[in-house]
């Protein structure tokens, strides 16, 4: 349990499932707004609140409606499924170290699955709305579940959609299934969510990036990440940059301008910031890189 240095308790309404402080535990008392390291088996680090991080991450872990050979899942050690779980674990300190560091977005993501997939999604946004009125609630989704969930999927103020290629047989390469999300009926139903687009850069789908840029511009996308894989060292050149300087950077990534597109060059060992980030067993990380927690420290 998260040691908080407010006055009040901390919330324990049905999304909880953080453990009550025994009657000995003092408050922390310190200049600099912090937290406590967290009753689990994983000793973890003290996380500062003192400055707001980039977002926070609510990841979830069970079996994927995709097969992508690439998924950070495969780098990570094993944490428990929770797509069927009504009350994650440590959510209240989660939302208390959102609150005390004055973060201002939160991500719904997956660290072997999709987040479209839980049980409890709905439910879950509404807790989020009432504890964290004023937080931007995003999706980072594959998009296969947002037809068919359209009413929830407008709820979110922002959604990023993995889509490796517009290709069926790259795509069918990169995601391990046939099936394609309707981007296009996704847009024309959610006009209120802004979408971008995240792309893995691999060898199977580099000589796309032209094409990949000009099917989203026809769609109406304004936003793209193209990634590199984590932990890959290699830098496939890509053509599409070679004669653009960036209009700016994003957490020490380059960004493009293509005629009002705007594309970030994503390389996820070179990125700035902070995260924090609550896994499906409860570990609190305040570690950008995920591979860092202290629940993947274990080996």
């Not at 937080?135 to 959609?161: E, P, W």
């Amino acid at each position: 349990m998260v040691t908080s240095s407010f006055s009040q308790p901390l919330s324990t309404s049905s999304m909880s499932t953080s453990a009550i402080l025994p009657q000995q535990a003092q408050p922390v008392i310190s200049f600099r707004r912090s937290f406590s390291s967290l009753a689990f088996p994983v000793r973890q680090p003290r996380i500062d609140t003192s400055q707001p991080f980039e977002f926070g991450n609510i990841l979830f872990s069970g079996p994927c409606n995709q097969k992508c050979p690439f998924c950070i899942g495969h780098q990570l050690i094993k944490t428990p499924n929770n797509l069927r779980k009504e009350s994650l674990e440590n959510l209240d300190d989660f939302i208390a170290v959102m609150k005390e560091s004055e973060s201002s977005k939160i991500i719904l993501t997956g660290t072997r699955t999709d987040p479209q997939l839980y049980k409890y999604e709905e439910k879950l946004l509404n807790r989020l709305r009432t504890d964290l009125p004023n937080v931007h609630i995003s999706l980072h989704t594959n998009g296969l579940l947002a037809a068919a969930k359209m009413r929830i999927f407008r709820m979110y103020d922002s959604c990023t959609i993995s889509v490796n290629s517009f290709r069926p047989e790259t795509y069918l390469k990169l995601h391990g299934v046939k099936q394609m999300p309707d981007l296009r009926h996704i847009i024309n139903q959610a006009p209120n969510v802004p979408i971008k687009l995240s792309c893995v850069l691999t060898e199977d789908n580099m000589n796309q990036v032209d094409e990949y840029l000009e099917n989203a511009k026809v769609l109406g996308i304004k936003r793209i990440a193209l990634r590199h894989l984590y932990g890959d060292s290699r830098r496939l050149p890509i053509n599409a940059f070679q004669h653009k300087k960036p209009i700016k950077f994003h957490q020490s990534n380059p960004v493009y301008d293509f005629d009002g597109l705007q594309v970030t060059h994503w390389i996820f060992d070179k990125t700035s910031g902070r995260s924090l980030n609550l896994f499906s067993d409860g570990t609190l990380s305040a570690e950008y890189l995920l591979t860092k927690a202290p629940n993947q420290l274990l080996v």
